[in-house]
């Protein structure tokens, strides 16, 4: 830690030096060692050792940013002449600045480094596992990891904080086969902050298993109808991906674009919505602790009790708008756990879908969702009953969280959020 | 341009062994509403050994390259080769041998670009949206190059030394529907080559922006397309999508090791007679293509992939790990990203090949349909169900093109929905802007004619 600090510091004084008025560096040194599965079978162990000097620097206004992976002097001194070459040639905005100084911190979010004999047998036990327990699934591109990273982030106001990080990860892709009848894929993904529980009982990594096993034979929606759909937490993004896009980032804000961007205080959605963005929560295994652009994290709410309560802006996109800045700028979402239970929110649809991946179009501004339900099964007098297959679903993200059915009290916790099952009502079904 | 730090340690390789010296180097420039919030540079390179021992494959890399590196690095695949050797004991013999060769460059870096030039370049197309067009709510410009320079040195195989240039201008527009609801549309313009040999005037891309402008009026007038399976016309725009989501993907061979239903349809029809489909390698119908591969990161030249001909599904896509697998010749689909990645099956520049319609007859014959005319993103399953979304489009009504739809998504299982082609259009459009995701970005090109086929649209 102390030797990247130094390089921080010292890429520091030089963009000073050189004429940046305010500058910020962030630097980071990390090594990564991953197993990798392919058609079941491991195929591939890679280590990867992976260096960063990322600098902003203002000169009379004017922002350059560069990032490269070379950390001796002589790079980073070609960096910083490129860094305020950039600067100088941009366009000069009041609304550039960098973090004021705080309290300077040091955390450390280690567990202990890796124990690879343990990450390869977990691995392997999960193969085994699958094959033995699921004869009908495939398992495709998978793979296990440990990653170590020590990170440090400096400005010209003094700002100076670091960060250690350890963590384990385990992903998988697969999909389940009878004959020459195949399923979608399936993926699921967890980060970990031990090796204690075998992957295949991490999360809904055995549920979806068996949801695949019992989706090879799919039927097809006759016409179309409109209905309900239940967002599993595999799908969630569906939902609040497209939020966050198409409202509250900070693109949405500064090209105009938001149909949020005057709602402050305003009720945007139905009063069962409280959707946070958290960056402390003990089920949150690398909860971030100081953002991109140089404040310690504290947790806050977008939306509160269907009320909305900030946007996603950094610094420069809070003094671009005049909004406040997001207090975090993690991607670990919760929204809060409802009063019905998943079953019960399954007997109330008389007619709809619960869905679990979505494949779709990137929406516009306008918050038109329209895509295929994969993964997904329909709902009938309260009953899940077939898995669906060439099932497309469209509806406006905008107008359906005014009037949210029903969220679970259930949430599914995998390391980055905390996610319930959401039934939302308005959505378009369509098959041939 | 790289310095060879590899070549030298080509003596101590024990086993098959790639090195590979790798660096991409990107300038982007964006303006959004007028504001520049973006002006940003990125160096990322370094050097990766991957080393196969007895059927698993070690990798390690490192941003540092330097003759220490290199030994550093590969002392590091080697000992994750045999870890992986150790406890998984595959026992498989080494690849087959290509033979030894090597492959010059074929295009050379020259002196690094002015991002003033790029920034004078977004200022301008900005400035000229400003002034002309009165009915936008928004608009975003920017532009971008990515230079992928690679130094490859192997066991077994050909050594290779390749530069690989890219320059990007995208221009979204947004405007409001009468009701208020913004509705945008975009254009990318991506060729291979340096920026500053692609883009030399901004005024060569006016017209254009007049299209996409007038096209936006017309959206944001549009309505919403009637869900159902529909006769279309696509425009050759899409027809590189087609082919990269709906039948690429499910033929790359770790992907039909995966569960690809194309695993049980080799040398069967899977589309129309008139459908043929190439993955090429460099040249496509006498011309280079958008981004022409000679040489893969696992050193076997590239040749052309034939993957659908005349209906009949001929061959997957393969490393040489999978050829050996499948009993094929490996043709130059492994390919890496960045340093830190291992090479994976991807397509190079996947076609559909023109067929000898004219585009005007065949939205002529259609009575009640949809002309889609631009897409954004898509993507592929295992099932081979596709999609991908439509962001500009047209009813068709007997015959003639009515209103403009709002954004949709079009789907369908592609060896289904390619037995209802039944006209292919006369001309080609390549496209090389955007990414393929699969572990790693990577860049693609994608091309075709026009195509009239049955597809399931998305919509209300």
Same mark, same amino acid.
């Given at each position: 830690?102390?030797?990247?600090?130094s390089?921080?510091?010292?890429?520091?004084?030089?963009?000073?030096?050189?004429?940046?008025?305010?500058?910020?560096?962030?630097?980071?040194?990390?090594?990564?060692d991953?197993?990798?599965?392919?058609a079941?079978?491991?195929?591939?162990?890679r280590?990867?050792?992976s260096?960063?000097?990322?600098?902003?620097?203002?000169?009379?206004?004017?922002?350059?940013?560069?990032? @490269?992976?070379?950390l001796?002097?002589?790079?980073?001194?070609?960096?910083?002449?490129?860094?305020?070459a950039?600067?100088?040639?941009?366009?000069?905005?009041?609304?550039?600045?960098?973090?004021?100084?705080?309290?300077?911190?040091?955390?450390?979010?280690?567990?202990?480094?890796?124990?690879?004999?343990?990450?390869?047998?977990?691995?392997?036990?999960?193969?085994?596992?699958?094959?033995?327990?699921?004869?009908?699934?495939?398992?495709?591109?998978?793979?296990?990891?440990?990653?170590n990273?020590?990170?440090?982030?400096?400005?010209?106001?003094?700002?100076?904080?670091?960060?250690?990080?350890? +963590? +384990?990860?385990?992903?998988?892709?697969?999909?389940a086969?009878?004959?020459?009848?195949?399923?979608?894929?399936?993926? +699921?993904?967890?980060?970990?902050?031990?090796?204690?529980?075998?992957?295949?009982?991490?999360?809904?990594?055995?549920?979806?298993?068996?949801?695949?096993?019992?989706?090879?034979?799919?039927?097809?929606?006759?016409?179309?109808?409109?209905g309900?759909?239940? @967002?599993?937490?595999?799908?969630?993004?569906?939902?609040?991906?497209? @939020?966050?896009?198409?409202?509250?980032s900070? +693109?949405?804000?500064?090209?105009?674009?938001?149909?949020?961007?005057?709602?402050?205080?305003e009720?945007?959605?139905?009063?069962?919505?409280?959707?946070?963005?958290?960056?402390?929560?003990?089920?949150?295994?690398?909860?971030?602790? /100081?953002?991109?652009?140089?404040f310690e994290?504290?947790?806050?709410d977008? /939306?509160?009790?269907?009320?909305?309560?900030?946007y996603?802006?950094?610094?420069?996109?809070?003094?671009?708008?005049?909004?406040?800045?997001?207090?975090n700028?993690?991607?670990?979402?919760?929204?809060?756990?409802?009063?019905?239970?998943l079953?019960?929110?399954?007997?109330?649809?008389?007619?709809?879908?619960?869905?679990g991946?979505?494949?779709?179009?990137?929406?516009?501004?306008?918050?038109?969702?329209?895509?295929?339900?994969?993964?997904?099964?329909? /709902?009938?007098?309260?009953?899940?009953?077939?898995?669906?297959?060439?099932?497309?679903?469209?509806?406006?993200?905008?107008?359906?969280?005014?009037?949210?059915?029903?969220?679970?009290?259930e949430? @599914?916790?995998?390391?980055y959020?905390?996610?319930?099952?959401?039934?939302?009502?308005?959505?378009?079904?369509?098959?041939? | 341009?790289?310095?060879?730090?590899?070549?030298?340690?080509?003596?101590?390789?024990?086993?098959?062994?790639?090195?590979?010296?790798?660096?991409?180097?990107?300038?982007?420039?964006?303006?959004?509403a007028?504001?520049?919030?973006? =002006?940003?540079?990125s160096?990322?390179?370094g050097?990766?050994?991957?080393?196969?021992?007895?059927?698993?494959?070690?990798?390690?890399?490192?941003?540092?390259?330097?003759?220490?590196?290199?030994? =550093?690095?590969?002392?590091?695949?080697t000992d994750?080769? %045999?870890?992986?050797?150790?406890?998984?004991?595959?026992?498989?013999?080494?690849? !087959?041998?290509? *033979?030894?060769?090597?492959e010059?460059?074929r295009?050379? !870096?020259?002196?690094?670009?002015e991002?003033s030039?790029?920034?004078?370049?977004?200022?301008?197309?900005?400035?000229?949206?400003?002034?002309?067009?009165?009915? %936008?709510?928004?608009?975003?410009?920017?532009t971008?190059?990515l230079?992928?320079?690679?130094?490859?040195?192997?066991?077994?195989?050909?050594?290779?030394?390749?530069?690989?240039?890219?320059a990007?201008?995208f221009?979204?527009m947004?405007?409001?529907?009468?009701?208020? $609801?913004?509705?945008?549309?975009?254009? $990318?313009?991506?060729?291979?080559?340096?920026?500053?040999?692609?883009?030399?005037?901004?005024?060569?891309?006016?017209s254009? %922006?007049?299209?996409l402008?007038?096209?936006?009026?017309?959206? &944001?007038?549009?309505?919403?397309?009637?869900?159902?399976?529909?006769?279309?016309?696509?425009?050759?725009?899409?027809?590189?999508?087609?082919?990269?989501?709906?039948?690429?993907?499910?033929?790359?061979?770790?992907?039909?090791?995966?569960?690809?239903?194309?695993?049980?349809?080799?040398?069967?029809?899977?589309?129309?007679?008139?459908?043929?489909?190439?993955?090429?390698?460099?040249?496509?119908?006498?011309?280079?293509?958008?981004?022409?591969?000679?040489?893969?990161?696992?050193g $076997?030249?590239?040749?052309?992939?034939?993957?659908?001909?005349?209906?009949?599904?001929? *061959?997957?896509?393969?490393? &040489?790990?999978?050829?050996?697998?499948?009993?094929?010749?490996?043709?130059?689909n492994? &390919?890496?990203f960045?340093?830190?990645?291992?090479?994976?099956?991807?397509?190079?520049?996947?076609?559909?090949? !023109?067929?000898?319609?004219?585009?005007?007859?065949?939205i002529?014959?259609?009575?009640?349909?949809?002309?889609?005319?631009?897409?954004?993103?898509?993507?592929?399953?295992?099932?081979?169900?596709?999609?991908?979304?439509?962001?500009?489009?047209?009813?068709?009504? =007997?015959?003639? %093109?009515?209103?403009?739809?709002?954004?949709?998504?079009?789907?369908?299982?592609?060896?289904?929905?390619?037995?209802?082609v039944?006209m292919?259009?006369?001309?080609?459009?390549?496209?090389?802007?955007?990414?393929? *995701?699969?572990?790693?970005?990577?860049?693609?090109?994608?091309?075709? !004619?026009?195509?009239?086929?049955? $597809?399931?649209?998305?919509? &209300?």
């Open positions: 830690m102390a030797e990247i600090t390089i921080a510091e010292y890429a520091m004084d030089e963009l000073k030096k050189a004429g940046a008025q305010k500058a910020a560096c962030t630097v980071s040194q990390s090594k990564t991953e197993l990798n599965i392919e079941g079978k491991f195929s591939l162990m280590t990867l050792f260096d960063n000097l990322h600098m902003k620097a203002l000169v009379d206004g004017k922002k350059g940013t560069i990032s @490269v992976n070379k001796d002097k002589a790079s980073i001194n070609e960096a910083v002449a490129d860094t305020i950039l600067a100088k040639s941009g366009t000069a905005d009041a609304a550039e600045d960098i973090a004021p100084l705080a309290e300077n911190k040091q955390f450390d979010q280690t567990i202990g480094g890796a124990n690879m004999d343990k990450l390869f047998s977990r691995t392997k036990d999960f193969v085994d596992q699958t094959t033995d327990e699921f004869p009908k699934i495939i398992l495709g591109e998978c793979s296990s990891q440990f990653s990273t020590n990170f440090v982030h400096v400005n010209s106001n003094g700002v100076n904080f670091s960060n250690s990080l350890e +963590y +384990y990860h385990m992903s998988s892709m697969f999909s086969k009878d004959g020459t009848e195949s399923t979608s894929f399936y993926g +699921y993904g967890t980060i970990m902050n031990s090796l204690n529980t075998p992957f295949i009982d991490v999360g809904l990594q055995r549920t979806l298993l068996e949801e695949a096993v019992n989706s090879i034979k799919t039927r097809m929606v006759e016409g179309k109808f409109v309900k759909v239940i @967002v599993t937490p595999t799908c969630a993004d569906m939902l609040w991906g497209t @939020v966050m896009g198409c409202f509250l900070e +693109y949405s804000l500064i090209s105009g674009t938001s149909r949020w961007k005057d709602s402050l205080g009720k945007v959605a139905d009063k069962q919505l409280t959707f946070s963005a958290i960056a402390h929560n003990p089920d949150i295994v690398l909860g971030e602790k /100081i953002t991109g652009d140089g994290s504290q947790n806050f977008f /939306i509160k009790d269907g009320i909305l309560q900030s996603g802006l950094s610094l420069y996109g809070a003094n671009k708008t005049g909004k406040p800045r997001s207090l700028s993690s991607g670990s979402w919760a929204i809060a756990p409802g009063e019905t239970s079953a019960d929110m399954i007997k109330s649809v008389d007619k709809g879908i619960i869905i991946r979505f494949s779709g179009a990137s929406p516009g501004p306008s918050g038109d969702v329209s895509g295929v339900a994969k993964n997904s099964f329909l /709902i009938e007098n309260g009953k899940v009953t077939d898995a669906l297959g060439e099932t497309m679903i469209s509806f406006n993200v905008f107008d359906v969280i005014q009037e949210i059915v029903a969220i679970s009290k949430r @599914v916790v995998d390391g959020s905390l996610m319930p099952w959401c039934c939302v009502d308005g959505v378009t079904v369509s098959g041939k | 341009m790289l310095q060879d730090f590899l070549t030298p340690q080509k003596s101590n390789f024990k086993d098959y062994t790639e090195l590979r010296a790798h660096v991409n180097t990107t300038r982007n420039v964006a303006m959004v007028g504001n520049m919030v973006n =002006n940003a540079q160096a990322i390179g050097v990766s050994a991957r080393v196969y021992k007895g059927g698993t494959f070690g990798f390690a890399s490192g941003a540092e390259y330097s003759a220490d590196s290199v030994k =550093n690095v590969l002392a590091a695949a994750n080769a %045999l870890f992986m050797d150790k406890r998984v004991n595959k026992g498989n013999p080494p690849l !087959p041998s290509l *033979g030894n060769h090597a010059k460059l295009t050379a !870096p020259g002196p690094a670009i991002q030039l790029m920034i004078d370049f977004t200022k301008s197309l900005d400035e000229y949206i400003v002034n002309k067009y009165k009915n %936008l709510s928004s608009r975003t410009v920017s971008g190059c230079d992928i320079e690679k130094l490859l040195v192997v066991s077994d195989g050909t050594n290779n030394h390749l530069f690989q240039p890219r990007t201008a221009v979204q947004t405007a409001d529907t009468p009701d208020g $609801v913004p509705v945008s549309l975009y254009e $990318v313009v991506s060729r291979f080559g340096r920026f500053d040999e692609i883009f030399t005037d901004p005024a060569k891309l006016h254009l %922006l007049d299209s402008y007038e096209s936006l009026m017309k959206k &944001r007038e549009g309505v919403f397309a009637n869900a159902g399976l529909k006769k279309c016309v696509m425009h050759p725009k899409l027809a590189g999508m087609l082919a990269h989501e709906a039948v690429g993907h499910t033929v790359e061979a770790d992907i039909v090791l995966g569960g690809s239903v194309a695993a049980d349809n080799l040398n069967k029809q899977v589309a129309s007679e008139l459908v043929t489909m190439v993955d090429f390698a460099h040249t496509a119908l006498g011309e280079t293509c958008p981004l022409p591969v000679y040489v893969d990161d696992e $076997v030249l590239a040749e052309d992939a034939m993957l659908i001909e005349n209906g009949i599904l001929k *061959g997957f896509m393969h490393s &040489r790990d999978t050829a050996r697998h499948f009993n094929a010749k490996p043709q130059g492994a &390919r890496a960045a340093f830190s990645d291992e090479p994976l099956i991807r397509m190079r520049n996947t076609a559909i090949l !023109p067929g000898k319609s004219k585009l005007d007859d065949m002529k014959s259609i009575d009640d349909g949809y002309y889609l005319v631009s897409t954004g993103n898509g993507q592929a399953d295992t099932t081979g169900e596709f999609m991908f979304s439509i962001e500009e489009g047209y009813e068709i009504k =007997n015959g003639k %093109l009515g209103a403009a739809i709002r954004e949709t998504t079009i789907s369908g299982v592609a060896f289904e929905m390619l037995k209802t039944d292919l259009s006369d001309d080609m459009h390549w496209e090389c802007g955007g990414f393929c *995701g699969k572990k790693q970005p990577m860049t693609v090109g994608m091309g075709g !004619p026009a195509i009239r086929c049955d $597809v399931n649209i998305g919509g &209300r």
